[in-house]
């Protein structure tokens, strides 16, 4: 009998996660038996909890808000991608090592430009957020050769570290050479025009929480996304809607495109997403 392969997504919250049917969509289609549980876990009690995962027999885990960051120390080896955004969303065991990866960035910009069918190329892209999910996808974002890229965070302390590391990755690579990504104050957000808009921050997983933004920052924009993924319009979405954003999606399809990464790490197969991609909001 073959033994089932033990997988997980772990986070705070959980409950509302679809990786668990996402990836018996894929399990179905690769012909492998998978057991894959969601766990809502603490920061005093995630180190333990991931070590004991895999000391059990665990092959994968996808690692969600707010552990992107915790979890690079409790690899053994991380990708040169995760290197660069010091953020992983995919632990997994291979040849008794825990590995760490970052699928993020590549899933988003997958399900964008081929998916969504938009291009990146010379765009100004506004990242609210300056955690481990706006982590996740700088450098993919920036890989696109946009016009720009600006950081916005509640705390703009965050925000300016974030951009300067950044900053100094983009300059060395020749796609981004001419790239300056800066930090700003919601305040400061009035006074500048941009193509994308992209919620990074936790708030639309908090109903009671709200990102204070005002509706002017869609003034120009021709695409609104929130990473989060929901059948509903978050707030950010609906204030995105009323400003008459021509494109306005959720995180839906990153998701399934960064699992997807994950799953061919985890099993070596890679899936199909386009089935899973057309599915949302059912």
Not at 87 to 106: E, Q
Not at 215 to 221: D, I, K, L, M, P
Request: hydrophobic share 40%.
């Amino acid at each position: 009998m073959v033994k089932k392969i033990k997988l997980a997504v772990i986070g705070s919250p959980i409950s509302h996660s679809r990786s668990p049917e996402i990836h018996q969509e894929f399990a179905d289609q690769a012909g492998i038996d998978i057991e894959f549980s969601k766990v809502e876990l603490s920061k005093s009690n995630l180190d333990d909890w991931v070590h004991s995962f895999f000391l059990d027999g665990g092959k994968g885990l996808s690692v969600t808000l707010p552990f992107k960051e915790d979890c690079l120390s409790l690899a053994d080896e991380i990708s040169d991608r995760a290197e660069i955004t010091k953020a992983i969303n995919v632990l997994f065991n291979s040849k008794g090592k825990i590995l760490g990866d970052c699928t993020d960035g590549v899933g988003l910009v997958k399900d964008l430009t081929i998916n969504k069918n938009q291009s990146i190329k010379e765009k100004s892209i506004l990242v609210i957020g300056a955690g481990g999910a706006s982590r996740g996808i700088l450098p993919s974002l920036l890989e696109e050769a946009p016009k720009s890229v600006v950081v916005a965070n509640r705390t703009v302390e965050k925000a300016e570290r974030i951009a300067k590391e950044f900053s100094s990755k983009a300059s060395q690579t020749s796609k981004s050479s001419n790239l300056i990504a800066s930090s700003l104050s919601f305040e400061a957000l009035k006074d500048f025009e941009f193509d994308v808009v992209i919620n990074a921050t936790s708030v639309s997983t908090n109903p009671s929480q709200n990102l204070n933004l005002d509706e002017s920052v869609f003034r120009n924009t021709s695409l609104a996304l929130d990473l989060y993924y929901s059948q509903a319009f978050t707030p950010f979405m609906d204030l995105a809607d009323r400003a008459k954003v021509p494109t306005v999606i959720d995180g839906w399809g990153m998701l399934v495109e960064q699992a997807a990464e994950s799953f061919l790490l985890w099993t070596g197969f890679k899936p199909d997403t386009a089935e899973l991609i057309a599915k949302h909001g059912e």
